[in-house]
C-alpha cells in the first residue's frame, strides 16, 4: 500500500510538472508573439507593413536574452518531466495484475457478505428492542390505568 501511495505521489509530481511546463510554454508563446518587432526577413520581397511603438518590443539584444532564457527554462523543465517518467515503476505484468485483481475481488466479496450480515443482526437487535421496549410501555400504561381507579 505504501508503494501504491508513492507510485501516486510521483504521477501527483508528473501531473504538476507537466501542468508548470505548459505554463512555460503558453508563457513563452505570450512573450515570443507580443514583444517581438516585425522585421525583414532575409532575402524576402515582402515589405513590412506593420510596425509596433518601442515600447510594445524590446530591443533585439534583450529580446534575444530573453528568448535563451526562456529555452532554458522550457528544457529545463522537460528534463525533470522526463526524469520523473523514468522514474515511474514498470508496469506489473498482466497475469500478476489479475491475481491481484482476484484477491480483491474476493476480499470484496468477503467483506460484502459481512456487511450483509452484520446489517441483519443489527435488524433484529433493533427489532428486538423495539418489542421489549414496546412491552415495557404496555406495562407501564397498563400500572397508570389500573392505579388511577
Partial sequence: MLQELSHMDRITQLQDEIQQLLTIMASTIVYLTSRANFVQLDGSEIPITKQR????????????????????????????VEYLIQSLPEPEPEDEQEKRLRALDEEMTLANEEYIQAVARSKDLHAQISSVLRLMLEETDSGLVTSTK
Fill in 53 to 80: 511603438n518601442s515600447e510594445k518590443f524590446d530591443e533585439p539584444e534583450a529580446f534575444e536574452a530573453n528568448k535563451t532564457e526562456l529555452v532554458t527554462d522550457l528544457m529545463v523543465k522537460a528534463k525533470q
